[in-house]
């Protein structure tokens, strides 16, 4: 089945650790999406790409860093900077920008 | 970055109301989609608008791109317990701009 695959489903860090969430897709899809979700809130668009080897910040992208090596793959890593990273993170992704398709989500907590 | 406003915030009925809830902007917006969220779940792309004025059905949904483009409207009639969630709507600004405005939420609840 076709999909978006977001591994772990929970994730746990502890403070002035780096900890890098997966992202894949094999809709063959160009765009990918990176939100966080915080209770109360819309999706906040952390990185998004559109091509492979190319992606640009959204609006909350200080504390995190991306990738996009491959197109089924754009993992997102929170880094220490990052300091209030306890979120539900969603990864999506989209054939034409506009109806993007979202993956079960990452639930980060801080030990 | 811009939130849409998404009224009401949570909403409380009983099995087999109807629903409604909007979405409004200070923006135009050139298209409108409305995803349902399931805890724990990625949202779900419920009905997409692309023309102002529009109205889509898909099932019991009915959705509606504002004429001002500024607004949409979801419509669920005869809710059942399945429709429990979160109901974000989401808009993409200009023709061509990859990235999406999503709203904040309205939460369906339903009372036995």
């Known amino acids: 089945d076709g999909g978006i695959t977001q591994s772990p489903k929970y994730l746990f860090r502890k403070e002035g650790q780096n900890v890098t969430l997966s992202c894949e897709q094999n809709?063959?899809?160009?765009?990918m999406y990176w939100y966080r979700q915080d209770p109360g809130q819309g999706l906040r668009l952390i990185y998004y790409?559109?091509?492979?080897?190319?992606?640009q910040k959204g609006d909350i992208a200080e504390g995190y860093s991306v990738s996009r090596e491959k197109k089924e793959s754009f993992p997102l890593t929170v880094t220490s900077a990052q300091k209030n990273p306890t979120a539900f993170y969603l990864c999506?992704?989209?054939?034409?920008?506009?109806?993007?398709?979202f993956g079960d989500g990452t639930r980060l907590s801080i030990l | 970055g811009q939130q849409l406003n998404q009224s009401p915030q949570s909403m409380f009925i009983q099995e087999g109301e109807d629903v409604s809830m909007n979405c409004t902007s200070s923006?135009?917006?050139?298209?409108w989609l409305w995803y349902k969220q399931d805890p724990g779940e990625g949202p779900v792309l419920l009905i997409a608008?692309?023309?102002?004025?529009e109205l889509t059905s898909n099932g019991r949904l009915t959705a509606q791109f504002g004429i001002t483009r500024k607004d949409s409207f979801l419509n669920i009639s005869a809710s059942i317990p399945s429709d429990v969630g979160i109901y974000f709507c989401?808009?993409?600004?200009?023709?061509?701009?990859?990235?999406?405005?999503f709203g904040t939420g309205t939460r369906l609840t339903i009372i036995p």
């Open positions: 999506a992704s989209s054939i034409d920008s506009v109806s993007q398709h």
């Open positions: 809709l063959n899809h160009d765009a």
């Open positions: 790409s559109q091509i492979v080897n190319d992606f």
């Open positions: 923006s135009i917006f050139n298209t």
């Open positions: 608008l692309y023309k102002a004025g």
């Open positions: 989401a808009g993409q600004l200009s023709f061509g701009n990859e990235k999406l405005t």
